[in-house]
């Protein structure tokens, strides 16, 4: 429970009610880009500020990629590939294709039309602008009415220590597929990185905030390692919501069960609730743990039990609803 508060979550929830609430999420990738397009239609996505974690990004070709910024803005802006869940749709692969002639490796699929996201931003920084001004003109460009701010402008790549020794991120998930053991989790230039401008207002002013069904590992705490934001989070009046991104020991997509069990934590949503412990006031798990209410209760949250499980647009629209409904 945060020490420097006595507000109860019910007391935080009153604040403002209703379409004028402003509401602040921290994301990862394909989970949270689900969560969020159903917040988006169930609220007006003027009021949402997403905080986009960047420690995914890579330098792949010499090119600047922000994966988890881009799997926000592309299903914002209804332009994902969803049978991925990552990259556009209808998008080839000829650059790709055409670098393996000389030889260039080809584990990372970038799209061809993706490849225009990532040499514009590429560009752009190199004349000068921020990871954030670059954020925010694609995704204007692109049509998404919500804000989304990089976690920092700064480049803080995660980097996982396995027992095949130090990958990037991407190489131990996409090229290495999870399949390493890991031992320890860090993010490059993390204790010079700033949170990106505007990231500690949108915490600090917002009526909620809303942890998002991400990697609480490689999703989350890499947000929460750009100094001030964790404290941010325990020191806002707004309520602080996360949704569980385990369901029955399982993660839906990716490592996050491999790496609860490989850290030392307990692989459920407990493990997860349990690291987040010190700024969240509210829990969502899911039904088929409602086991785990009370014992996650013990630390100091409320919990909600609903089905987060989000098959359909419409899966993605009611969890969005329950979740407003939390606030209200
Ligand atoms: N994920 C994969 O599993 N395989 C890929 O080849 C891959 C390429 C890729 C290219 C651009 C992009 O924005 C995302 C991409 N992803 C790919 C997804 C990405 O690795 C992960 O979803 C995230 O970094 C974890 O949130």
């Known amino acids: 429970m945060r020490d420097t508060d006595q507000q109860t979550p019910k007391d935080k929830g009153q604040r403002t009610t209703g379409n004028g609430q402003k509401i602040t999420a921290l994301a990862g ?8 397009l159903g917040l988006t239609r ?70 061809d039309k993706d490849f225009a996201t990532h040499i514009y931003r590429t560009n752009a920084l190199k004349q000068g602008k921020t990871l954030s001004d670059v954020t ?4 204007a460009s692109l049509g998404v009415r919500s804000t989304i701010l990089p976690m920092s402008d700064a480049y803080t790549p995660t980097r ?14 996409v090229r290495r597929r999870c399949e390493p053991q890991v031992l320890e989790i860090r993010f ?18 917002a009526d909620a905030v809303v942890i998002c069904p991400s990697n609480p590992f490689i999703s989350i705490s890499p947000i929460l390692a750009v100094p001030g934001i964790r404290k941010a989070l325990q020191q ?35 493990g997860v609730a ?32 609903m089905n987060t499980l989000m098959k359909t647009l419409a899966d993605k629209e009611q969890l969005a609803r329950r979740v407003l409904a939390l606030m209200a």
Not at 160 to 173: A, K, M, R, S
Not at 188 to 205: E, Q, R, Y
Not at 236 to 250: C, D, E, F, M, Y
Request: proline fraction near 3%; charged fraction near 20%; aromatic fraction near 8%.
């Open 160 to 173: 996982v220590q396995t027992d095949e020794g130090e990958l990037h991120f991407q190489e131990y998930f």
């Open 136 to 139: 925010r003109h694609i995704s």
């Open 29 to 36: 990738g394909v989970g949270a880009a689900k969560f969020l």
């Open 42 to 111: 169930v609220m007006p996505p003027e009021n949402l500020t997403i905080i986009a974690n960047t420690g995914d990004d890579v330098e792949h070709f010499g090119l600047r990629i922000s994966p988890d910024i881009d799997t926000v803005t592309y299903t914002l802006a209804g332009v994902i590939n969803e049978a991925t869940g990552w990259g556009l749709a209808d998008d080839s692969f000829e650059c790709l294709q055409w670098l393996a002639r000389y030889d260039e490796a080809t584990w990372f699929n970038l799209g």
């Open 274 to 305: 349990a690291m987040y412990q010190d700024f969240v006031n509210l829990f969502v798990l899911d039904e088929a743990d409602a086991a785990l209410q009370s014992s996650i209760a013990a630390f100091g949250m409320q919990v909600a039990v």
């Open 188 to 205: 490059d230039n993390i204790a010079t990185a700033k949170p990106a401008h505007g990231v500690l207002a949108a915490i600090g002013d």
């Open 236 to 270: 806002t009046a707004a309520q602080v919501i996360a949704i569980t991104p385990i369901i029955a020991g399982q993660a839906l997509k990716g490592p996050a069960a491999d790496m609860l069990r490989d850290l030392g934590h307990e692989v459920s949503a407990r």
